[in-house]
């Protein structure tokens, strides 16, 4: 989910998990424990030779950089004297970060990296603490550190050689950086400036871009954002146009139909995490095909937005269905999501209902119509709906009812016709969004569709 806000790896945000659960709302990802300091002149208190303060991480995207360290995240550990870099990478919905060894690393006992980013001109800006004693605890004894100190306020012991007045910046280059800088302000910017910076090499101005838009209530950019969301290019300058929309309370159904449905994943997770959560939302999340995702993390982002809305029937009958499905019990994060819907929802276990009925054409009408997940939400009938998936006039004459159940449950098994290029289908399997009486009632109201 680089580039965009807000970010997190893997995890469920607290914020969903009931009160008084313990779930899994982070985890260590770093395949690599040690650091890799240039000097044995340390000082550590725990975590020996590998990160104490692991503080003021960002991630690098800039023009101006070694494309090598495109997307790589920097570390500071300001007791070993050093700002690594750790690859992250993407592990069922989470990740895992491997080893990309230093940025930077220093012999001098006084540094004390605490916090990195790459700046406006797309070099990487760094404050050096620049203290010869970081860790605050234990207090040193005479048997434990060679001298009889006190312990100061906020738990610091007390030592001479802290340092509480100075400190220093660095700036690190690359001798091969493209010049001169594509941006050298925004200040002053016009609309449709600030609109072509969202897709800026650098992310620190596709970010402040975004600001300015939003802060700027700058709603004559509208329809350019919508045009760069809807263009479905995998251009990043659409995750931020998206959230540029949702700042101006511009996001539209149609836009947002686009966003779930864009190839890019994480112009789709982004997607789903700016739904409202309310009734809107979950018509919007169960109507795409991003409850079954094929991207896990893009999949753990629907759970969670899951789990911030309100509890109705339907809620419960979709976790029900969700907690138990193969996929989800094979990745560690999903399960956990699904464990943290089943209570935050108060689901025990699904229940079939006592006996199906034939399916009635009737009700299938209804459920095509004006259910939350109606199929006339994506396709057309009698020159009615949307043309997001294939129109269904004859569709009894065209398929077999085998066919026509297996494109109901798995969407994306078989792509129809024209349509193969999307890769996958987004349309949610239906058995997860529909009862199983609903299904039987859809299925026989497409039989007459001839």
Not at 161 to 189: M, N
Not at 191 to 197: E, F, G, P, Q, R
């Amino acid at each position: 989910t680089a580039n965009n806000a807000p970010i997190f790896f893997g995890g469920i945000p607290a914020t969903v998990v009931p009160e008084g659960m313990r779930a899994m709302t982070a985890k260590k990802i770093n395949l690599e424990d040690k650091a890799h300091a240039i000097t044995t002149n340390y000082r550590q208190v725990d975590v020996f030779g590998g990160y104490t303060a692991a503080t003021g991480s960002a991630f690098i995207y800039s023009s101006k950089l070694p494309p090598r360290m495109q997307g790589k995240a920097m570390v500071c550990e300001p007791t070993m004297k050093l700002i690594s870099l750790m690859d992250v990478q993407p592990s069922g919905a989470g990740y895992v970060a491997k080893d990309a060894f230093n940025l930077v690393a220093s012999s001098d006992e006084w540094m004390s990296p605490v916090f990195a980013e790459v700046g406006p001109d797309g070099a990487v800006w760094f404050v050096d603490w620049e203290n010869f004693i970081v860790q605050h605890n234990p207090t040193p004894s005479v048997a434990r550190g060679g001298f009889d100190a006190k312990t100061g306020a906020g738990g610091a012991h007390e030592n001479p050689l802290r340092d509480h007045s100075r400190g220093r910046i660095y700036r690190v280059v690359w001798d091969k950086a493209p010049q001169p800088a594509k941006i050298p302000s925004l200040r002053g910017a016009s609309t449709a400036d600030l609109v072509k910076a969202l897709g800026s090499d650098t992310q620190q101005w596709r970010l402040t871009a975004q600001r300015l838009l939003v802060d700027g209530k700058k709603t004559d950019a509208v329809v350019a954002l919508k045009r760069i969301v809807v263009a479905n290019d995998g251009n990043i300058a659409a995750i931020h146009a998206l959230w540029t929309l949702q700042g101006l309370h511009q996001l539209d159904d149609a836009t947002m139909k686009a966003a779930l449905s864009a190839k890019d994943s994480g112009l789709r997770r982004n997607a789903i995490r700016a739904l409202s959560a309310d009734d809107g939302g979950y018509k919007s999340l169960t109507s795409a095909g991003v409850i079954s995702d094929p991207d896990p993390a893009t999949r753990l982002a629907s759970m969670v937005k899951l789990g911030e809305m309100p509890t109705t029937p339907d809620i419960k009958n979709l976790v029900a269905k969700l907690a138990p499905d193969s996929t989800v019990q094979r990745d560690e994060w999903l399960k956990e999501a699904a464990r943290v819907l089943l209570q935050k929802h108060k689901v025990v276990t699904y229940q079939e209902e006592e006996k199906l009925l034939a399916g009635d054409p009737k009700r299938g009408e209804q459920i095509f119509y004006k259910h939350q997940v109606a199929c006339v939400l994506c396709h057309t009938l009698h020159g009615q709906g949307s043309t997001v998936g294939p129109p269904l006039d004859g569709i009894a004459t065209r398929a077999t009812p085998a066919y026509i159940k297996e494109s109901l449950l798995e969407p994306s098994k078989v792509l129809a016709k024209g349509y193969e290029n999307l890769g996958t289908s987004p349309m949610p399997p239906m058995g997860l969004v529909l009862k199983p009486q609903e299904l039987e009632d859809i299925q026989a109201f497409l039989q007459t569709l001839k």
